[in-house]
């Protein structure tokens, strides 16, 4: 079959659809049988609806969608495990998936036979599975728990070990459902090491999470499932954004403020007039609240600056005017690197004492100052600003500008990388 793909296609998804027969009553399964088709005793259920797309040679695909719209279900027809009602699924290439916690492994087994078996059902011959148990235990490194039976066995064990086989057994195509959530962040470094170099020797990585974060980081591309359609596909920081934007619903588009009066501070003029913003920002939230003006300003000065030194002892200051009166407003900020990689965040609620900043009225506006210490490597950044409400220990965010601005930091050091550790160094002769 492969050979009716070009090379450089990994996967075609062909109008696959996915309907599940629903009985209101046990007893309709029983009539279904007896009336053989003559009359309808279910209801059909859409999992996925004609779902439509191709994944080349190479790609990372991350796959967002909230719970139930469908993705485990659609991977699983990609991974063969499920046949669709209707379309088609080819795979060019070995494929190795990690589907849903539960799957795959026989629980009385040790991880050391089921790592095997599973390798075998794989398509590894005996002498390739001796060449790569090393690799998988290494990789996996549960210890002497991979001559326990698998039920034995937390979540994060079991999932070391099925990543561990499905991403050492050299597959063509890497399908992975959730899984990476579970394992700590050392491990979930561990994998993405790995994917990297799996793309990197041309291999395809499709997988499924909720976390944007990673979906910005380590895809090429993403896809936005919902509903059993697929309703985007494209540049993975917009579905990202398109993602959160659906998971808070629909929230209304918050119209652009006119200057606001007298705000305290230098925030005089709307953020959309200062040097450093960054028009394509994302703006979301409930409302109710609305980000006026942002500044930065370096310490011992007084005016909107973009360019600092490592070091620089910086001032972000935002004003925020409420339209609604608010019990427990909280006040954030993020600095990110441009390929979204979140340098630090943190808000008023860790920051502030609790006595400040409780409760405000319609009509107020607030000034919030974060004051930080710039221990940035040289190169760009951006800021993304954020009121959000403690609503019964729900937050729920009125307005949030996602890298609403920009700035530069220079590092005369030389230093490379993100932070700037400050290091110094001696060297002596022995
Ligand atoms: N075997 C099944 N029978 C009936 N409905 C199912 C079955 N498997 C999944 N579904 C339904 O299909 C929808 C999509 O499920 P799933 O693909 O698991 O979503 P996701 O992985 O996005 O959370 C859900 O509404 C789920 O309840
Ligand atoms: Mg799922």
């Not at 485990?72 to 060019?92: R, Y």
């Not at 808070?248 to 450093?276: D, F, N």
Request: a negative charge; one cysteine or more.
């Amino acid at each position: 079959m492969s050979s009716e793909l070009g090379a450089a296609v990994a996967v075609v998804v062909s109008h696959v659809v996915k309907s599940y027969r629903i009985y209101q009553r046990p007893q309709d399964r029983l009539l279904q049988a007896l009336f053989r088709g003559k009359k309808r005793f279910f209801e059909e259920f859409y999992a996925v609806k004609n779902i439509d797309f191709q994944i080349r040679r190479g790609e990372v695909v991350g796959i967002l969608g909230r719970n139930g719209s469908g993705k485990s279900t659609l991977l699983q027809m990609i991974a063969g495990t499920l046949e669709p009602t209707s379309g088609s699924v080819v795979a060019n290439g070995r494929l190795a998936a990690l589907l849903e916690l539960g799957a795959g492994f026989s629980p009385d087994f040790s991880g050391m036979d089921n790592a095997r078996l599973s390798a075998s059902i794989l398509g590894l011959s005996e002498p390739e599975i001796e060449q790569k148990l090393p690799e998988i235990l290494a990789f996996a490194d549960i210890g002497d728990h991979i001559f326990q039976p698998v039920k034995t066995y937390s979540s994060g064990m079991y999932v070391r070990l099925a990543f561990a086989v499905a991403a050492c057994v050299d597959p063509d195509i890497l399908i992975i459902d959730e899984a990476l959530a579970v394992g700590d962040v050392k491990f979930q470094t561990k994998c993405f090491r790995r994917f990297e170099e799996l793309v990197a020797s041309g291999k395809t990585i499709i997988f499924v999470t909720h976390s944007v974060e990673q979906v910005v980081r380590h895809c090429t591309r993403a896809l936005l499932i919902d509903g059993g359609c697929l309703i985007d596909d494209g540049v993975p920081r917009e579905i990202a954004n398109r993602y959160l934007d659906m998971m808070v619903g629909a929230a209304p588009p918050i119209k652009h403020a006119s200057s606001p009066q007298q705000s305290g501070g230098s925030l005089l003029s709307a953020i959309e007039t200062r040097a450093g913003y960054c028009s394509g920002e994302y703006r979301w939230g409930e409302g109710r609240a609305r980000i006026l003006d942002a500044t930065l300003i370096r310490e011992g000065e007084d005016s909107h600056c973009i360019q600092f030194d490592t070091r620089d002892r910086v001032q972000i200051q935002f004003a925020v005017e409420f339209d609604a009166p608010s019990e427990r407003p909280i006040f954030g900020v993020f600095v990110k690197t441009p390929d979204g990689v979140t340098v630090y965040g943190n808000s008023s609620r860790n920051l502030c004492p609790p006595s400040e900043g409780r409760r405000v009225a319609a009509g107020d506006v607030v000034s919030v100052t974060f004051s930080c210490l710039l221990n940035l490597g040289c190169g760009s950044y951006v800021l993304s600003l954020g009121v959000s409400e403690d609503s019964f220990g729900e937050i729920v965010p009125l307005d949030r500008r996602y890298d609403v601005m920009q700035f530069e930091v220079v590092n005369f050091s030389g230093a490379v990388g993100l932070s700037d550790l400050d290091a110094s160094c001696r060297v002596v002769l022995m």
